[in-house]
Structures are given as C-alpha cells and as structure tokens.
C-alpha cells in the first residue's frame, strides 16, 4: 500500500498540472516571446525587434494615459469598497438595538446581506448594460430624477469629464455586496464575549470597530485589498461596454488599451503583448506591495 501511493499521487497530479502549464503557463510564456516581435497577429511573419516595442510604449501617451486612470483605480476602488464593506457589515452584525446593543446584528439582517449580494450573481456585462441605461443622458433613471426636482441633467457617460468617475462608482458598487457577506462572515467567527467586554469598558460601536474589529479581521482585509487591487488594475469588460474608453479616452485603461491595440484595426499583436507584459509585472507588484506594507503581527484569541 505504501508503495502504491506514488503512482496514485502522480495520476492525480500530473493531468491538472499539465492542464495548468499548457493553457496558462504557455500563454504567458508565449506573450512575452511575442513582446519582442513585430507580429501583427494574422501574419506569419514575425520579425524580431528586441525591446524596440517597449520603447516605444514608454513613449506612448495614450498607454500612460490608461495607466493613470487605473492609479486612480487603484487608489479609490480597494479604499471605498473595504470601507463601506466593513461599514454595512459591522451595521449588520453589531448595530442592533437591545440589552446587548452594539453585539447583536439588526432585525432582518439575512435579507440586507441577500440585497447587498445580489449584484454578485450578475455578470459584469449585465451589470455594466444595466448602468449604460441608468446613466443614458434621456430615457435614465438618474437623469429623469434629476429633472423631478429641477436639477440640471448631465451626459454622464457622454462627458470627458464624467464618464470614467461614472464607471468608477459602478465597479464600487458591484464589488461592495461581496465583501459586505465576506467581512460579515468573518465577524460572526469572532467570539462575543470580546464585544461584550469591550462595551463594559464604555467603548463607542466606532471605537469598538476601528480597536477591536479591524484588528481581528486584518488577515480577511488584506485579501480583500489584494483583488481588489487586481480588480482596479483591470476593470476591461465594465470599461468596454459602458464607454469603450472614451470620449476622447477619458475612461481608458490599460487591459482596454491591449485589446484594442491586438483586436483594432492595426492588430498590432506584438505591440499588444508588450503591453501584456508590462500590466503583468504591474499587477505582480502590486499585490508583493499589498502583502509587504499591510503584514501586521497576528492576533490571536481563543
């Protein structure tokens, strides 16, 4: 029996790991071998030009225009999102008015967190059409409110100066209900006499939260704030169907910008690839730099 766990190990192994290497390893391999040719994708010739295309993308405005609209991604998403998360969730476990306030959740806190998720079970392309039309300048629920009081009606997505602020607040939204359950679930876990005794010592419900929650539900956070991270660094498919990055590239980021530069007109697929690459050792970083600058001692209780 000993002997024969081997061979059963590797059978089990060996598929999913060949399966992994050849369907993502291989393309990650294989655009970084391209990111150093002219290919343009439908052609069989590919010239090797070494770094040529990484020059060039150092150069180009419109890459360094997507990348700065993902900083702010990246800067806002994970910050607003893990802030209302953990403010709708602490609402729901701990905002409860009775002999115990503060420890126990508010009356029909199942059905809040079932509304809070619901986005979750949306795709991305439904979510970013039913925005489209939310945000549409004539027939939108947002403009035909604004007009029942008399406000002025803005382009939303239609104005430069809108558009991407607009897709932003709907990727905090759809992101929001699923850290809302996450951080809920996480303090469920934590043992309620710790609460208790903290309301003892005559602590607010934001000292409580800021003291004691967040401290023991760091670990949870910090995952939190890596895909979210991940997420902003992103955000292709909601960008792409709700503005295509206009107008005028105000809401481009740089997952669109490969896609339109593989996929456009120019199919410029090596150029697309060194642009992959570059998104590639980006989103690395920064989930190293989630890990390094978020890592606290871990707290323990029992």
Sequence with gaps: MRHGKYPLIITFLVPPLLLYGVFVLSPYLQ????????????SPNANFVGGENFTRLFRDGYVWNAITNNAIMLAVVPVVTIFLGLFFAAMLNMGGRGDRAGVTGVRGSAFYRLVYFFPQVLSVVIIALLWKEVYNPNSGLLNGALRAVGLAT???LGDPDTAFWCVLVVMVWSNVGFYVVLFGAAMSAIPRDIYEAVMLDGASRWV?????????????VQVAWIYL????????ILVQQMTDGGPDFSSDVIGLRMYNTAFGSETKFGYASAIGVVMFFMTLSVAVLALRTSRRERIEYS
């Excluded at 991270?229 to 292709?236: E, K, M, R, S, V």
């Design 154 to 156: 803005p382009a939303w």
């Design 229 to 236: 991270a991940i997420a902003a660094l992103d955000g292709f």
């Design 208 to 220: 409580t939260l800021r003291r004691v929650t967040i401290p023991l539900l760091w670990d949870t």
């Design 31 to 42: 655009a970084f071998q391209i990111s150093t040719t002219d290919w343009l994708g439908y």
